[in-house]
Nanobody
Framework: HVQLVESGGASVHSGESLELSCQAS????????MGWFRQAPGKEREQVTT??????TTYADSVKGRFTISQDSRGTLWLQVNSLKPEDTAMYYC?????????????????WGQGTQVTVS
């Protein structure tokens, strides 16, 4: 049973930083992608950033240079978000899927967390 649990969301002011985390349990695939998605009210869910099992990353253009994805040795997924803007306000979701390296872009992830809210004013 795969479980993803996000934490770290908060209400902050423009320019501030946050660190989101996603604790994964039961996810034991040797080849995989993990990532962060976000969905703002009235908007479609968008892929923010991903990382695969060899450490390759992808970023949406809107967050390049401000967001950094990483994964520690225990499998916890992290998202460092700097220089936050009001347009970053959204529910942030952790997701995971069994995939080959370099195939993380796009939708279709199998496992999802419950989300953590980031609000920037």
């Amino acid at each position: 049973h795969v479980q993803l649990v996000e934490s770290g969301g908060a209400s902050v002011h423009s320019g501030e930083s946050l660190e989101l985390s996603c604790q994964a349990s039961g996810f034991t695939y040797a080849t995989y992608c993990m990532g962060w998605f976000r969905q703002a009210p009235g908007k479609e869910r968008e892929q923010v950033t991903t990382i695969d099992f060899v450490g390759s990353t992808t970023y949406a253009d809107s967050v390049k240079g401000r967001f950094t994805i990483s994964q520690d040795s225990r499998g916890t997924l992290w998202l460092q978000v700097n220089s936050l803007k009001p347009e970053d306000t959204a529910m942030y979701y952790c997701a995971a899927d069994s995939r080959d390296a370099g195939t993380c872009r796009g939708q279709g992830f199998s496992y999802w967390g419950q989300g953590t809210q980031v609000t920037v004013s």
